[in-house]
């Protein structure tokens, strides 16, 4: 791998993270140094008898390494490989990188079931280690030289963030769902904003708040919602237990939407959980379809979103339309349940915070009403400097 690297015009570091023996090469930093990066020492470790707390410890040490590495500006990239307990370690290490360092994992369990959503770095890239478990061959050859080769591109010619416009983070679901992002988007850059949106469902919602937790947007849109709900009825479209978090903790400011936050995505190729059987059910397609929770469950979700919000250490805008909280809800549609919207609106109320300043809407979350509130709000901050202004 070393010599693929150096081959494709890269300079390898290399890291042992093994414990018990020493490798056949000399490494660029050791397991001793991955110990001590941890707070620990290799006898320590071996001294614990215990082979899961030893690779965490590893991984714990591994990641603050790379991200030492990376911050001093000696290194652009990462490749990983191992079984199970080498991916363990490489998702901690990935985890720990800002979005937009390549990161490649070569392993026995690539794309698995039993990789949690929430611990894959939103930027991730993997590949499977195909028949090379006991010593090389061609197969597996390839594949390695392939991984070398995809980050050492990457690190080479992939462009880094370097808008000079400040960046607006925005979240919500595809366009048959969800639209005022078309109106927002280009008003923002009128006003000298950058704006990415990202798509709510699981992955686009961790990219949105690893960058958030870097302090990387100067303001955010968070109108969708929807991942707390996922998360919170234990579903594989997650972005994790911090969803709607990072933001606040960054004292950012915040505009806030409960976008999408009445349904629940589940995958569309397994049977309904027994909780949703009874449901309202929309296929999106073969991957994805939505169910609605049910009014008892949407004031538990309102409840949830006060407290997370509740958290914030900058201004917080929650804006609430009261028709309507994405286009299936609509009278018209499958999923529409005013009795389950009476039920949010009513619990949302009460629910949120004092920190948090609530502005009602009469109007569906797809009306134009609804962008142009979202819009003063942001312009009267812009006002007061709570948002550094735009840039032509």
Request: aromatic share 6%.
């Amino acid at each position: 791998m070393a010599s693929v690297i150096e081959e494709a015009g890269g300079l390898p570091l290399m890291v042992d993270v093994s414990i018990l023996d020493d490798p056949p090469y000399a490494p660029d930093y050791s397991k001793h140094d991955i110990a001590e990066a941890a707070g620990t020492s290799i006898e320590a470790i071996i001294a614990s008898g215990d082979e899961n707390r030893a690779m965490a410890l590893m991984g714990k040490g591994a990641a603050s390494l790379a991200r030492d590495l990376y911050d001093a500006g000696q290194m652009d990239g990462v490749i990983m490989l191992g079984g199970t307990m080498g991916t363990d370690l490489a998702l901690d290490v990935a985890a720990a990188l800002p979005l937009g360092v390549p990161k490649f994992v070569v392993s026995t369990i690539a794309y698995s079931h039993l990789i949690p959503p929430e611990r894959i770095a939103p930027d991730l890239m993997m590949i499977l280690w195909a028949g090379g478990l006991y010593g090389l061959n061609g197969i597996c050859r390839s594949v390695l030289s392939q991984a070398c080769g995809a980050v050492v591109g990457a690190a080479k010619h992939g462009t880094k963030p370097n808008s000079k416009r400040p960046l607006i983070g925005m979240t919500s679901l595809g366009s048959s769902c969800l639209k005022y992002m078309k109106h927002l988007k280009p008003e923002l850059a009128k006003r000298g904003y950058e704006v990415a949106v990202f798509h709510a469902t699981g992955m686009g919602g961790r990219a949105f708040e690893a960058i958030a937790a870097e302090n990387g947007f100067a303001a955010v849109f968070d109108l969708c919602i929807q991942e707390v709900s996922n998360h919170h009825y234990g579903t594989v479209v997650t972005s994790g237990p911090d969803r709607l978090e990072n933001a606040g903790r960054a004292a950012i400011p915040q505009i806030v939407a409960p976008g999408a936050v009445d349904m629940v995505d589940l995958q569309a190729w397994q049977d309904l959980p027994a909780i949703f059987a009874d449901r309202p059910y929309h296929a999106h397609n073969r991957l994805i379809g939505s169910v609605t929770s049910s009014p008892e469950g949407r004031r538990e979700i309102a409840r949830l979103v006060g407290r997370k919000l509740a958290t914030a250490d900058a201004k917080v805008a929650f804006l609430l339309p009261i028709e309507g909280l994405h286009e299936w809800d609509k009278p018209e549609e499958r999923l529409h349940d005013p009795e389950g919207l009476d039920a949010f609106v009513d619990e949302i109320r009460s629910a949120l915070p004092a920190n948090v300043t609530v502005r009602e809407v009469n109007a569906h979350i797809n009306a134009t009403a609804f962008a142009q509130k979202t819009l003063e709000i942001f312009d009267a901050w812009v006002a007061e400097g709570i948002i550094p202004e735009g840039r032509p």
